[in-house]
């Protein structure tokens, strides 16, 4: 019998299905009746599969959003778009395996596509530090979207990084002022933008490549400020409160939703996109053709207009305007 | 026993953090906050930064009537609204930014401090509301403007997702007043660190720093954490960024004001 490893605790009763199922589908187990048995366990699996997803807490669909099989942009690359063709370097100081940067055909527009790797094999993950760029990935990126918006290419990002790399040499090489210059150039680029959290959007390393017309995430997703575990070793100092940061933090699609930091959230298919990478990429290719259709349809001006005010809204805060009311005295 | 504010010990000797020798306090603060034996720049609050850097009784506050919220229902040891109040108390600031105009040897400016004793400096949403009006504001009025940053804790988490978008929110403000032809002078002091450092911080026609102060985006612990090795001696410094191409010039504090006035003239602003 085949079991899935390694499996997500939650998953649990979706692997027993999962194995009773395969038995009954045997050749050797095939009798009168199983026909009828096999259609039952497929109803119950399933209705527990929508029950478990439909009420995933927050730590648990950090789970999903790092789980093993979850669609990489390697994969929608090469499931969503008709041919991709890779252009590498910053230019100045290497090529970041992180970020994948180039052309791609959506149908039958030309696009630019910009996208954290994670990689799949060993070899593909630490060669690109399981999906933390360095400043040179996020200066690729930049170098590619100039390239872009001056050959009238429409952007689309997919997001997925735990985080920017925190190490020596990123910091030698000024990985805070590469994010912040993306963000800067990110938000005049005369070109239509459509970023997609696709996994994981790991606070600045995400936003690094996060500024658009349009913001979406897959449903399993998480975008935050920071990680849970980064989050719990700052504020309860130890990383085992990861779970309860990340229900503090509010996190998930329907969060980013509800703070209007986000436009829209893809459904995944039942059981998150692992389980589907084909229909996942589907919708995301109808929701990609759809949107870049709006876009195309506004002149630069209006559309850069638009962009900073979607970024200009952001942000929950009190403010009396009553002229009369006095600024609490300092104690 | 009563907390002693960061940096900033009570009575009339302090001990310095650069030399760990006992010094003086009113030397210290006759020297804006710098050890009189090693150069070693203090903490200062952003009310005294204002004193330092603007001519005296020019400063006129802009958009103090905002005030932090708890959009979240954010809790961790505490909650978040309850921290606020106590920040609110002890530091006489209603938020980690100040902002307003005033006047550095008679050149009008729009101006901006963060804090870093205010929940470490850290940027929520009304720091970056403050920002975002100062730099729309230099920019309709044509002012040169200067911000200076004190943060340890970079994009503030009790605001989740909203103190992230604050960064993406001031850098495009900041590419607009570019766009339209302002001056921005970014002055980093001790520490500058994370979405502060990766925003707003950065994005400086001109970047300062005050002589070793500790600046990066990652936090030295994380890297540490992460790495599993020791850090080089003068990592994240002042020093260390300047030999690496990211900052313009180190600029002691007694020197700061004339350095922002004559970086002014220059640009014909
Ligand atoms: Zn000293």
Redesign the pocket.
């Known amino acids: 019998m085949e079991i899935p490893t390694p499996g997500l605790a939650f998953e649990q009763p979706i692997y027993e299905l999962e194995a009773r199922l395969q038995q009954l589908l045997r050749p050797e187990n095939h009798r009168p009746g199983v026909e009828e048995e096999i259609r039952k366990l497929r109803r119950e699996l399933a209705e527990t599969m929508k029950h478990i997803y439909d009420h995933l807490s927050p730590w648990e669909t950090v789970q999903v959003a790092r789980h093993k099989d979850r669609p990489h942009s390697g994969d929608y690359l090469a499931l969503v778009f008709d041919e991709f063709v890779e252009l590498h370097g910053d230019r100045k100081f290497g090529d970041d395996r992180a970020v994948v940067c180039g052309f791609a055909k959506l149908d039958q527009r030309k696009v630019m596509v910009i996208g954290h790797e994670k990689g799949r094999t060993y070899k593909e993950r630490t060669a690109c530090y399981f999906g933390c760029a360095h400043p040179e990935g996020y200066r690729k990126a930049l170098q590619k979207m100039r390239l872009a918006a001056k050959f009238d290419l429409p952007i689309i990002c997919f997001i997925d990084t735990p985080g920017a790399y925190p190490g020596i040499g990123a910091e030698e090489r000024g990985q805070a002022w590469a994010i912040a210059e993306n963000m800067y150039e990110m938000s005049r680029l005369a070109t239509p933008i459509i970023c997609v959290i696709i996994g994981e959007g790991g606070s600045g390393g995400a936003l690094g490549i996060g500024v658009g017309d349009r913001v979406a995430v897959l449903q399993h997703s998480w975008y935050s400020v920071i990680s849970p575990e980064g989050c719990a070793g700052i504020l309860w100092k130890s990383h085992e409160y990861a779970a309860r940061a990340a229900g503090a933090l509010r996190f998930t699609a329907k969060d980013l939703l509800d703070f209007g930091v986000i436009d829209t959230v893809l459904q995944e298919p039942l059981g998150g996109a692992h389980r589907d990478p084909h229909q996942m990429a589907t919708r995301l290719k109808v929701y990609l053709v759809k949107t870049l259709r709006e876009l195309s349809a506004l002149d630069r001006t209006q559309l850069l207009q638009e962009r900073y005010e979607k970024f200009r809204r952001m942000g929950v805060f009190l403010e009396d305007t009553a002229p009369t009311t006095a600024d609490p005295t300092p104690t | 026993m009563k907390r002693q504010k960061r940096g900033v010990p009570e009575g009339l000797w302090q001990r310095?953090?650069?030399?760990?020798?006992i010094?003086f306090r009113k030397e210290a603060e006759r020297r804006l906050g710098v050890?009189?034996?090693?150069?070693?720049h203090f903490y200062v609050s952003a009310r005294e930064r204002i004193r330092q850097v603007l001519d005296e009784g020019t400063f006129e506050e802009w958009d103090m009537q905002l005030r932090p919220t708890d959009p979240l229902e954010f809790v961790d040891k505490k909650r978040y609204a309850e921290r606020l109040v106590e920040e609110q108390a002890r530091t006489g600031l209603t938020d980690a930014a100040l902002t307003g105009t005033g006047m550095i040897r008679a050149r009008r400016v729009a101006f901006g401090v963060t804090d870093s004793a205010f929940i470490m400096g850290s940027m929520g949403s009304v720091v970056g509301e403050r920002l975002t009006r100062l730099i729309e504001r230099s920019t309709a009025e044509q002012l040169p403007l200067i911000i200076i940053s004190g943060s340890g804790g970079g994009a503030r988490m009790h605001e989740g997702i909203l103190s992230l978008m604050q960064m993406a929110k001031v850098s495009a403000a900041l590419a607009r007043f570019d766009s339209a032809g302002g001056l921005f002078i970014s002055v980093l002091t001790n520490p500058t660190m994370g979405g502060v450092a990766a925003s707003f911080a950065a994005l400086g026609d001109f970047v300062f720093a005050e002589p070793r102060a500790l600046i990066g985006f990652a936090g030295p612990r994380t890297i540490k954490a992460t790495l599993r090795i020791e850090l080089p001696k003068g990592f994240q410094t002042s020093e260390f960024l300047l030999e690496h191409g990211y900052i313009d010039r180190i600029v002691p504090r007694s020197k700061l004001k004339s350095e922002i006035a004559r970086t002014i003239d220059y640009c014909g602003k």
């Open positions: 310095c953090p650069g030399c760990q020798e010094i050890c009189p034996e090693c150069d070693y």
